[in-house]
């Protein structure tokens, strides 16, 4: 299979973040740093549908598959610097929300969308609303580089995972809460507690187990979990460099396609898996430069797939397109978000029916697993670090650190608590309550022959 390069991007900083239409999988949406927001129906026209609406300077573009209140999908647009932007009425124009935001918290660099809520990522840590944009909440990680933010799990509790990839470290780059509380918890098992990281994704729920397989790219390379993000392993089959790009399937839980700009140099390209991480193969073919900074899939069958590079040296930001039949999806993509609360989205699939009462749950030593490379060694460098310091200084982040090494494997893993959160060894209640009910007669005991003791006159003893 071969690339297909596509017309040029106007001259400007690299791209990072590119979308399929939900509707139209061969269009694509790109959201550029120099050149605003552009799409292409047929890859030989780019058109700036941002126009004087949106800043030059984009982070992140998203489009909920469901219609919106006006009939439309929702677009999204995360600016440098700039804030946060949507459209209602297929681009034709822009309103900028950014009640609640100010500072560093402008600069919004991930957008998650969920049931009637939108969450983003900023360099001042994780924002919420619930009506739109209206209004943003600070939902933690305040003071922290948040370069990627995703729903593990969409349906009660709502699980969601946040990267940070800023100088800033607290406890692990990688952090998750549960049911919108903001309460974030470290997550180490199976993961590099300074792990720079890139990207977050999760995919549709499979028909096997009634999970979505959540991965996440970083300095290190990629991890997967099977169970919300409690616990990572890194997939194996992928060379030990940072990643910065991941784009699921969204019609099949089993294909998953991960990119690296290989530090700039010729190890960069795409890879993809049809087993759900357990095996990769890379498809770079027709990449003229296979550094790589932003990755997209489409729900059609087979898949559109859309790719950006970024050639510093010319510099240059090339596109390109490739429909992957050897890979062809089988499902059907879900309906859409409805983040703006309008009702056209059916519920979504249950997802994660033993998840722990607690969560996460953090072993002191991460558990070995059969998809985990113990040879595997992460990269001296950070892929989306270094890309982001290519771009304009108002829209580069705080300086990453570099990826550390890999987590020790532990051939023993903790047993896993059952259904109710309670581990399988506790004393049975009976029992207990009969060591209760004994201490009690023993102590009353004692009370009465004390007090008997006392009432007794001291010539009759």
């Not at 982070?59 to 999204?76: E, T």
């Not at 922290?144 to 709502?158: E, L």
């Not at 890879?271 to 990755?295: E, N, P």
Request: hydrophobic content about 40%; aromatic content about 6%.
């Amino acid at each position: 299979m071969q690339w297909a390069p596509l017309v040029l991007l106007p001259q400007a900083g690299p791209a990072f973040s590119v979308t399929n239409d939900p509707g139209a999988p061969g269009t694509a949406y790109v959201a550029t740093m120099g050149s605003g927001l552009l799409r292409s129906d047929d890859g030989k026209v780019w058109h700036d549908i941002g126009g004087s609406g949106l800043p030059k300077n984009l982070w992140r573009v998203a489009i909920d598959a469901a219609n919106g209140p006006k009939g439309n999908p929702p677009i999204y647009v995360g600016g440098a610097g700039g804030g946060f932007f949507k459209s209602l009425d297929g681009a034709k124009t822009w309103e900028i929300l950014n009640k609640g935001l100010s500072g560093k918290a402008l600069n919004v660099r991930s957008i998650a969308l969920g049931n009637g809520l939108i969450l983003i990522g900023t360099s001042n840590g994780v924002y919420k609303t619930t009506d739109g944009g209206k209004s943003w909440q600070p939902m933690g990680l305040q003071g922290f580089d948040v370069s990627s933010v995703a729903f593990a799990k969409y349906n009660p509790p709502v699980i969601i995972l946040a990267g940070i990839d800023g100088a800033s470290n607290p406890g692990s780059r990688l952090q998750g809460t549960q049911d919108l509380s903001g309460k974030w918890a470290p997550l180490k098992q199976g993961v590099p507690g300074d792990l720079v990281v890139s990207s977050i994704k999760s995919g549709p729920v499979h028909s096997q187990d009634n999970f979505r397989t959540v991965f996440v790219a970083g300095s290190g390379g990629v991890y997967k979990s099977d169970d919300d993000g409690q616990s990572f392993a890194q997939v194996a089959g992928l060379p030990a460099q940072g990643f910065g790009s991941l784009a699921l399937s969204p019609a099949d839980p089993n294909i998953i396609y991960t990119a690296s700009d290989g530090g700039g140099g010729a190890s960069g390209g795409v890879w993809r898996t049809t087993d759900r991480g357990a095996t990769w193969v890379q498809i770079s073919g027709g990449l003229a430069t296979k550094a790589v900074t932003a990755l997209s899939v489409g729900a059609d069958s087979p898949a559109t797939l859309f790719a950006i590079a970024w050639d510093p040296d010319k510099p240059a930001v090339l596109p390109y397109s490739l429909s992957d039949a050897q890979a062809q999806p089988q499902g059907t993509a879900e309906p859409g978000h409805c983040p703006e609360g309008n009702s056209d989205c059916p519920p979504l699939a249950a997802s994660s029916p033993g998840v722990a009462v607690s969560f996460p749950v953090v072993l002191p030593t991460p558990c070995s697993s059969p998809i985990s490379s113990p040879s595997a060694t992460p990269s001296t460098g950070a892929s989306a670090a270094a890309l982001a310091a290519a771009t304009p200084t108002a829209a580069s982040p705080t300086a990453s650190e570099s990826g550390g090494p890999s987590p020790s494997r532990s051939l023993g893993c903790l047993p896993s608590p059952p259904p109710g959160g309670s581990p399988r060894n506790d004393l049975p209640l009976g029992i207990a309550l009969v060591v209760i009910g004994v201490l009690l007669l023993v102590l009353a005991g004692r009370f009465w022959i004390v007090r008997r003791r006392r009432e007794i006159p001291a010539g009759d003893s």
